[in-house]
């Protein structure tokens, strides 16, 4: 079987700003990676740590 690996990126702002990696598998959510944005870009090794994360799920 061949999943998409799929996540999707919530993000707050407020004194700072917090993006959080998500994804669905049937009727749940999972959290899959969380952190505080310090520069405009996203950090490579935060990208990782999610994919990371969700191949571990698939």
Do not use: C, G
């Amino acid at each position: 079987m061949i999943f998409k690996l799929s996540f999707y990126r919530l993000r707050i702002v407020s004194n700072f700003s917090i993006r959080i990696f998500y994804t669905f598998q049937d009727d749940t959510i999972w959290v899959l990676h969380a952190f505080i944005k310090k520069s405009q870009k996203i950090p490579q090794k935060e990208l990782e740590v999610a994919i990371n994360r969700l191949k571990y799920l698939r």
